[in-house]
């Protein structure tokens, strides 16, 4: 059974950090290339942050480029969102993505973290 698990989230003050964690089960996590995605409400899901298979390439959206950092483990199944200096405009549902595309697409979704962010 695939399983992708965010935690992690919670309500920080404006300039605060948090760190969001995504752990997985059920497939070869290794193989995926990871996404962190959000969506506040009203607002279309965004693509936050992405990293490769082996960690070596990573992308960010610009409103997070410089303050948010996507790091993974493969031999923990994990993948972490390292975010700091949090804005208002942060706040939203963190959702994690594992996405490989062989023959067919395949993609992973959890269930999202909500991150809050005010004073």
């Known amino acids: 059974q695939v399983q992708l698990v965010e935690s992690g989230g919670g309500l920080v003050q404006p300039g605060g950090s948090l760190r969001l964690s995504c752990a997985s089960s059920?497939?070869?996590?290794?193989?995926?290339?990871i996404n962190w995605y959000r969506q506040a409400p009203g607002k279309e899901r965004e693509l936050v942050a992405a990293?490769?298979?082996?960690?070596?390439?990573?992308n960010y959206a610009d409103s997070v480029k410089g303050r948010f950092t996507i790091s993974r483990d493969n031999a923990k199944n994990t993948v972490y969102l390292q975010m700091n200096r949090l804005k208002v405009a942060d706040a939203a549902v963190y959702y994690c993505?594992?996405?490989?595309?062989?023959?067919?697409?395949?993609?992973?979704w959890g269930q999202g973290a909500q991150v809050t962010v005010s004073s």
């Open positions: 993505n594992a996405q490989r595309i062989c023959l067919r697409v395949y993609d992973y």
């Open positions: 059920g497939f070869s996590f290794s193989n995926y290339g």
């Open positions: 990293i490769s298979t082996t960690g070596g390439t990573t």
